[in-house]
T-cell receptor, first 114, second 111 residues
Framework: GQQVMQIPQYQHVQEGEDFTTYCNSS?????IQWYKQRPGGHPVFLIQ?????EVKKQKRLTFQFGEAKKNSSLHITATQTTDVGTYFC??????????????FGAGTQVVVTP | KAGVTQTPRYLIKTRGQQVTLSCSPI?????VSWYQQTPGQGLQFLFE???????NKGNFPGRFSGRQFSNSRSEMNVSTLELGDSALYLC??????????FGNGTRLTVT
């Protein structure tokens, strides 16, 4: 079945540094979504990418969707303590009308040291 | 708008018991999905409901069931609880084709 893999599993970052987390799917995705879960919290939607090669920015966060629509990346510049949390990518598991059925990656847990 | 509301927040149950979790979606959202989150398996899809119909079901045993009511509120039930059912159960609502909006979850501990 479809698998969504994320690397790295853990990311320790010095405050102010940049880092990138990667997401790879075993199958072509119609779209990819990114969520962030703070410690003790619930996943919160960040962004959805739909088009091949799409790049979207949210302040210090840059999201990319690969040309083959099988991989994605999240790049954070000038990391801040507010970036602490686990970042998940997720792709649809079902048909186009099953938007609630997502395959989540294992997540990248980000720890920021001041 | 109020967010997704899940009750209760915490539950402690004994093996063999059953449990019912409740989820009230964001007003206007007719799609409700349930996920199980554990440290070992991560976020796993349980089921998805739309307009009172179960559209999709994940790879969980029949002990896990759910339903959706006409007001889009949803419940999930786990019968004959096992230790491995201890997890954070997350409910998410969405508009058609939109992103998932998760509730705070119900933390279930089975002893």
């Amino acid at each position: 079945g479809q698998q969504v893999m994320q690397i790295p599993q853990y990311q320790h970052v010095q405050e102010g540094e940049d880092f990138t987390t990667y997401c790879n799917s075993s199958t072509t995705l119609s779209n990819i979504q990114w969520y962030k879960q703070r410690p003790g919290g619930h996943p919160v939607f960040l962004i959805q990418l739909v088009k091949s090669g799409e790049v979207k920015k949210q302040k210090r966060l840059t999201f990319q969707f690969g040309e083959a629509k099988k991989n994605s990346s999240l790049h954070i510049t000038a990391t801040q303590t507010t970036d602490v949390g686990t970042y998940f990518c997720a792709g649809p598991l079902g048909t186009t009308d099953s938007w609630g059925k997502l395959q989540f990656g294992a997540g990248t847990q980000v720890v920021v040291t001041p | 708008k109020a967010g997704v509301t899940q009750t209760p927040r915490y539950l402690i149950k004994t093996r063999g018991q059953q449990v019912t979790l409740s989820c009230s979606p964001i007003s206007g959202h007719r799609s409700v999905s349930w996920y199980q989150q554990t440290p070992g398996q991560g976020l796993q899809f349980l089921f998805e409901y739309f307009s009172e119909t179960q559209r999709n079901k994940g790879n969980f045993p029949g002990r896990f069931s759910g339903r959706q009511f006409s007001n889009s509120r949803s419940e999930m039930n786990v019968s004959t609880l096992e230790l491995g059912d201890s997890a954070l159960y997350l409910c998410a609502s969405s508009l058609a084709g939109g992103p998932l909006h998760f509730g705070n979850g119900t933390r279930l501990t089975v002893t």
